[in-house]
């Protein structure tokens, strides 16, 4: 089992930054790779960011260029960086641990239970 923590949600206004942070515990010697989605009223979970275990990253092509996901491995911990936060960032973010077999992020049924992120316009 793994369990995940998000901390660093709030509000902002527009243009403003936030960090969110993902702690993990449990088994997680079985994880290869870590995301963060976010749900928004209305729709449907979609995959932000991942991260590998080798460090590679990839984004969502809304949010390439102001978000940058990271991990420290001592603190078993994986980051968010959100720039130029947009109200249509505003949603709730979720920590997920997962696999990775190229070029596919594929999401294990572990979830934190989410930090809420408003951004005022």
């Known amino acids: 089992q793994v369990q995940l923590v998000e901390s660093g949600g709030g509000l902002v206004q527009a243009g403003g930054s936030l960090r969110l942070s993902c702690a993990a515990s449990?088994?997680?010697?079985?994880?290869?790779?870590m995301g963060w989605y976010r749900q928004a009223p209305g729709k449907r979970r979609e995959l932000v960011a991942y991260?590998?275990?080798?460090?590679?990253?990839n984004y969502a092509d809304s949010v390439k260029g102001r978000f940058t996901i990271s991990r420290d491995n001592a603190k078993n911990t994986v980051y968010l960086q959100m720039n130029r936060l947009k109200p249509e960032d505003t949603a709730v973010y979720y920590c997920?641990?997962?696999?990775?077999?190229?070029?596919?992020?594929?999401?294990?049924?572990?979830w934190g239970k989410g930090t809420l992120v408003t951004v005022s316009s």
């Open positions: 991260i590998t275990s080798d460090g590679s990253t």
């Open positions: 449990g088994s997680i010697s079985s994880i290869n790779a």
């Open positions: 997920n641990a997962g696999d990775y077999y190229e070029p596919i992020y594929y999401a294990m049924d572990y």
